[in-house]
T-cell receptor, first 115, second 115 residues
Framework: QQQVKQSPQSLIVQKGGISIINCAYE??????FPWYQQFPGKGPALLIA?????SEKKEGRFTISFNKSAKQFSLHIMDSQPGDSATYFC??????????????FGKGTKLSVIP | NAGVTQTPKFRILKIGQSMTLQCTQD?????MYWYRQDPGMGLKLIYY???????DKGEVPNGYNVSRSTTEDFPLRLELAAPSQTSVYFC??????????????FGPGTRLTVL
């Protein structure tokens, strides 16, 4: 069973600061690592994903960095804003049999950005 | 498009009762999933389906059943509800066009309490 370890469990950052969330995986069926963002009372929504033939992907203030040899990937949020306050989940694909693959999610990081 | 819709939003059950959580998507997605989310535990896959008539177990299927008679609908059945099934349940879907490495679209969730 794929394990995805996410840290920290919670994070408090000042407005304008950098938020960093880390994930480590054991094995992966293929190289696809998404991050999902969840606001209170809502379902998760895809924030950004990397399919690593590259080691980094940037979309606006959000960047995924990927280290294949270390089996780690991280989410960086630059210039963090109060509106970024949410729970963030990383995920990695795991083989589930019969040619099918499912995402295994980390336990989540609750980010609070204070003014 | 409404995306993924779930009903009900909230429900309180007594131990031993049964109920069906409804999930409908209007994006013509082949892949559908049921997850449960417990505080600090991330998202755990209960069941998934890769198309009408095809379902399979995820990580935590005990106490649940599913069916997929149409592309649009993927109901989750709880038989003999237990307090351990108190959770928030999310339905998700994906087109599968990028294989299993594809964006999952989540519904708004059903908050279930078993007393």
């Amino acid at each position: 069973q794929q394990q995805v370890k996410q840290s920290p469990q919670s994070l408090i950052v000042q407005k304008g600061g950098i938020s960093i969330i880390n994930c480590a995986y054991e094995n992966t069926a293929f190289d696809y690592f998404p991050w999902y963002q969840q606001f209170p009372g809502k379902g998760p929504a895809l924030l950004i994903a990397i399919r690593p033939d590259v080691s980094e992907k940037k979309e606006g203030r959000f960047t995924i960095s990927f280290n294949k040899s270390a089996k780690q990937f991280s989410l960086h949020i630059m210039d963090s804003q109060p509106g970024d306050s949410a729970t963030y989940f990383c995920a990695a694909p795991a083989y589930s049999g019969a040619g099918s693959y499912q995402l295994t999610f980390g336990k989540g990081t609750k980010l609070s950005v204070i003014p | 498009n409404a995306g993924v819709t779930q009903t009900p939003k909230f429900r309180i059950l007594k131990i031993g009762q049964s109920m069906t959580l409804q999930c409908t998507q209007d994006m013509n997605h082949n892949y559908m999933y049921w997850y449960r989310q417990d505080p600090g535990m991330g998202l755990k896959l209960i069941y998934y389906s890769v198309g009408a008539g095809i379902t399979d177990k995820g990580e935590v299927p005990n106490g649940y059943n599913v069916s997929r008679s149409t592309t649009e609908d993927f109901p989750l059945r709880l038989e003999l509800a237990a307090p351990s099934q108190t959770s928030v349940y999310f339905c998700a879907s994906t087109s599968g066009l990028a294989g299993d490495a594809d964006t999952q679209y989540f519904g708004p969730g059903t908050r279930l309490t078993v007393l």
